[in-house]
C-alpha cells in the first residue's frame, strides 16, 4: 500500500476535488462550519499578521444577491455556504498580536520593536500589501478546503465572481481585498476527474 493510501492526511488532499453541484436541501452544521473555519485561521502567515477575514453567505436572500455577482453560477445558491476570502490589505495594523506575545512573556519587547518598524516599512509599499492579502488568506482558503473535505464536505473554489459588486452589495470595507469564494456542501454530482502533470515536468531538482 502507498504512503498516501496510508496517511490520512495525504488521502484528504488526493480525494479534494472541485464540485460544482451540490444537494440543495443540505443545510451544513453549525459546529462543522466553526471547524472548518477554525482551520482556516490555523494557517500560515507573513510575521502571524493573518491577513484574512471570511465573509460567510448562508441566507437565501443572500444567495440570491450572490448570484448575479458570481456569474450566475448555480453552486453558489445550491451549496451551504459560500465563503467569500478577503485579504487584509492594512494587515500591518495587526501587529497588536506582537504586544499580546510581550505581555504573556513570550516575546521580548525589543524584538517586537524591531518586528513592527520592519512590517510597516514594508507597508509603505501598496503592492506589497495587496501581494501579502493575496499569498496568504490563498493559505486560509486552502485550509478551508482540505478541513471540508476531511469532514466529509465538498468544495470549490471560484474566481469567476465581481470583486467591485461584490464589495458594494454586501458592505466590505475598503480595508479588505476578496480574493476568492469558496462554496461548501454536499456533492450531487461528484467532481470530474482531473489529470495532473508528473512530477517529472513540475519539479526542478537545483537550477534550472
Not at 21 to 35: G, H, I
Not at 50 to 64: M, P
Not at 118 to 123: D, E, L, P
Not at 125 to 132: L, M, T
Amino acid at each position: 500500500m502507498s504512503i498516501s493510501k496510508k496517511n490520512e492526511t495525504l488521502s484528504v488532499i488526493s480525494e479534494r476535488h472541485a464540485v460544482k453541484s451540490y444537494v440543495k436541501e443540505f443545510k451544513l452544521p453549525e459546529e462543522d462550519l466553526e471547524a472548518i473555519l477554525t482551520a482556516a485561521i490555523e494557517a500560515p502567515s507573513a510575521w502571524n499578521l493573518q491577513h484574512w477575514k471570511f465573509l460567510v453567505i448562508d441566507s437565501e436572500a443572500d444567495k440570491q444577491k450572490l448570484l448575479p455577482i458570481a456569474y450566475n453560477q448555480g453552486q453558489v445558491v445550491e451549496s451551504s455556504v459560500t465563503i467569500a476570502i478577503l485579504g487584509d490589505l492594512e494587515a500591518n495594523r495587526n501587529a497588536v498580536i506582537y504586544d499580546q506575545a510581550v505581555e504573556a512573556g513570550t516575546l521580548p519587547a525589543e524584538i517586537r520593536d524591531a518586528l513592527v518598524g520592519q512590517i510597516n516599512g514594508a507597508y509603505q509599499n501598496p503592492q506589497v500589501a495587496r501581494d501579502a492579502a493575496i499569498l496568504n488568506s490563498a493559505f486560509a482558503a486552502q485550509n478551508i478546503m482540505l478541513a471540508a473535505k476531511s469532514l466529509g464536505y465538498d468544495t470549490c473554489a471560484m474566481g469567476g465572481f465581481i470583486p467591485a459588486q461584490l464589495i458594494e452589495q454586501f458592505n466590505i470595507p475598503a480595508r479588505y481585498l476578496p480574493t476568492m469564494l469558496i462554496t461548501v456542501g454536499k456533492a450531487q454530482v461528484p467532481a470530474r476527474p482531473s489529470g495532473r502533470f508528473p512530477l517529472s515536468e513540475v519539479v526542478v531538482k537545483g537550477s534550472f
